[in-house]
């Protein structure tokens, strides 16, 4: 291997879900739905495949409808325009976005700023990049943004902050006094913000507050989402990037060798996703924090501390009130324990010590399953 992969090992998400295969236990690791996106946008997407007309590939940044309809999506929540031609590029999921992104955007010797824990594919994708990731901690019990740390993190190497807001894995969504702050600091020391915004409708608490919406900003971020986690479709893998032309120019610069285009049978599908009505949104959100609630009910009823989430589709608990020490250990043995799978915290954390003894557990599953995942979980009490 080459050295851009050193020390990346394998994903955790495929680590745990191979897991669970293995064992038959409940999989609360990887985050994916167990009930599938709106019917009506799986019809459009079965009758393009079979009637045919997006079998070859797509335009490269995507078909016109569907970077219309991201805009027309910009527009309706956040009161932001963009130019479906120059400002907005479809990838393959979030995932390239943020590789594109990143390849784009940073030269080696560069200092790329992220909140962690963070996203397993930031850690690897600004390696690749050949930039030095810089960490600030996002720290129990609230994981609220450390300004002053993050003030001091920023030197004259900093190209970029690397955002995700809400944040997996700790569910927290940045409210509008630090995203200012970040603005401020990005500003003044004219840094290019690239901000993950791929669990923007899954708030329960707070609301979702793109930074791109904030002075100032709309010409120095890179705004990522993508239709995995908002219409509950994480294998169709379309995703999108949008911002200033000039930025959007350098992602889709790297886009267009890394896969060149993406998923066209899908695309005009995810443009009907994209239009789902307000009542969509609403009753995806319902739904989502009555098995919030009950899976943080359930987990604390068996004894661990739990640190509710006010977005995203995870929460955290501190498995130490069970008697576990380390998180690594406690989820490679709970499947054997309890049948049940979770994520460790600490592989997201270049600070080891923050992370070690917490878990993330996924609640994006039906009520019957979150419950016998908690039944199950009693063993351990
Ligand atoms: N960013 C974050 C924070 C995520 O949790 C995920 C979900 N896997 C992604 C990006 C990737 O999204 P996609 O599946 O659209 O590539
Ligand atoms: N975003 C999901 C998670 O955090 C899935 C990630 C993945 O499989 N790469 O669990």
Known sequence: SSARLDGLGTTIFAEMSALALRTGAINLGQGFPDTDGPAAVIDVAARTVRDGGHHQYAPGPGIPPLREAIAEHQRRWYDLELDPDHEIVVTTGATEAIAAALLGLVDPGDEVIALEPYYDSYAAMIQMA?????????????????????????????????????????????????????????????????????????????????????????????????????????????????????????????????????????????????GQDARYFEELRAQLRHQ????????????????????????????????????????????????????????????????????????????????EAVDRLRRLA
């Open 292 to 371: 919030r609630d009950q899976l943080c009910e359930g987990l604390a009823s068996v004894g661990f501390d739990v640190y509710v989430p006010e977005g995203t589709y995870f929460t955290t608990t501190d498995v130490r009130p069970l008697g576990f020490a380390d998180g690594v250990d406690f989820c490679r043995r709970l499947p054997e324990l309890a049948g049940v799978v979770a994520v460790p915290h600490e592989v997201f954390y270049d600070d080891k010590e923050a992370g070690r003894p917490l878990v993330r557990w996924a609640f994006c599953k039906r009520p019957e399953v979150l419950g």
């Open 130 to 274: 050949g930039g030095t990731r810089v960490p600030v901690t996002l720290r129990t019990p609230d994981f609220r943004l450390p300004i002053d740390e993050l003030r001091a993190a920023v030197t004259d190497r900093t190209a970029v902050i690397l955002l995700n807001t809400p944040h997996n894995p700790t569910g927290a969504v940045l409210r509008r006094e630090e995203l200012e702050a970040i603005a401020q600091l990005a500003r003044e020391h004219d840094l290019v913000v690239i901000s993950d915004e791929v669990y923007e409708h899954l708030t329960f608490d707070a609301p979702h507050i793109p930074i791109a919406t904030l002075p100032g900003m709309r010409e120095r971020t890179v705004t990522i989402s993508s239709i995995g986690k908002s219409f509950s479709l994480t294998g169709w893998k379309i995703g999108w990037a949008s911002g200033p032309e000039d930025l959007v120019r350098s992602v889709m610069g790297v886009k267009q060798f890394l896969s060149y285009t993406s998923g066209a049978p899908l695309q005009p599908a995810a443009a009907l996703a994209l």
